[in-house]
């Protein structure tokens, strides 16, 4: 069965780009021209499997729809626009994308996103160990779900992986070119502090569990309990 991807961007000729391309490689595609046409048709489509969302649009714009998407499931997001600044890179992390790509861009590249996403998102760093447990957190690989002293966190895809690399690399100190080449499956081009963004949101979700990834300033980041 087809994975179902919602597109959504006010310029009709780039939705039919990226539409023909995805079907090309064997997705279904459902298309919305503005942020509310987004969440409802995000409300009424449950078995959604990932959303392509543009930033600059009517009604409501990328970042309105992500965050009120993001209340409600860790859907992959992978936002698109024509800006290319750095600092609306880093808003659209620090809402809860999990990718950002800028326009203009190859439909080919993009589809080779949305592939690397969804393995992620389907468990591409799972182990033998289906559920990892470790100073009060659970972390279930097959289920991608975390609960932290038997209460469930929502995470994007983004931030259950980087938690499990965390968790999996724990003591050891990890600078964030290492990082990136290791939750990021694919050359990255952004800005280092794109991790910094993401581990300041893990940190506040995960409470005073957050405590347990420590900075290690002028390198990267190690995931330390102490006993």
Known sequence: MSQKILVVDDEMRLRKLVHDFLVRADYEVIEAADGQEALNIFY??????LIILDVMMPKKNGYEVLTEIRQESNIPVIMLTAKGEEDDELKGFSSGADEYISKPFSPKVLVARVQAVLKRAGGSLASEDSVISIGGIDLSVDAH????????IELSVKEFELLEYFIKNRGLALSREKI????????YFGDA??????????RSKMGDKGSYIKTIWGM????????
């Open 145 to 152: 779900e975390v609960h932290i002293d038997g209460k469930r």
């Open 220 to 227: 990267g980041y190690k995931f330390e309990i102490e006993e």
């Open 44 to 49: 009424a489509n449950s078995d959604l499997s």
């Open 193 to 202: 502090r794109t991790i910094d963004t993401h581990v300041k949101k893990l």
């Open 180 to 187: 990136l080449s290791s939750v990021w499956d694919y050359d």
